[in-house]
């Protein structure tokens, strides 16, 4: 099994910046991707970021592009998601995800292991 805990989240002002941290913990070796989702009352699970463990590659959803960055430091097992020029529709539960499959997807079905999630407010 694997053990996901996000840190991190808060209230920012629009326009503001935020850093999620997720560590993991456990059977860690079993893990090749990792990512984020985020999710808001009412509405569906969101893609928004992943990162192969092992290489680097990254794939980011179009409401990301250009303002989020996923990274990794496999020494510490930790997964960060940098995200800039926040706006309002931004706010949402941000889940840390991973999967033992090798292949980047932004399909939620498809992630083995979901953290608790973290809570981030963008004012306006």
């Known amino acids: 099994q694997v053990q996901l805990v996000e840190f991190g989240g808060g209230l920012v002002q629009a326009g503001g910046s935020l850093r999620l941290s997720c560590a993991a913990s456990g059977r860690t070796l079993s893990i090749y991707v990792m990512g984020w989702f985020r999710q808001t009352p009412g509405k569906e699970r969101e893609f928004v970021a992943a990162i192969r463990w092992y290489g680097g590659s990254t794939e980011y959803s179009d409401s990301g592009k250009g303002r989020f960055t996923i990274s990794s430091d496999n020494a510490k097992n930790t997964m960060y998601l940098q995200m800039n020029s926040l706006k309002p529709k931004d706010t949402a539960i941000y889940y840390c995800?991973?999967?033992?499959?090798?292949?980047?997807?932004?399909?939620?079905?498809?992630?083995?292991?979901w953290g608790q999630g973290t809570q981030v407010t963008v004012s306006s």
């Open positions: 995800v991973a999967r033992r499959g090798a292949q980047l997807t932004t399909a939620d079905h498809e992630y083995d292991y």
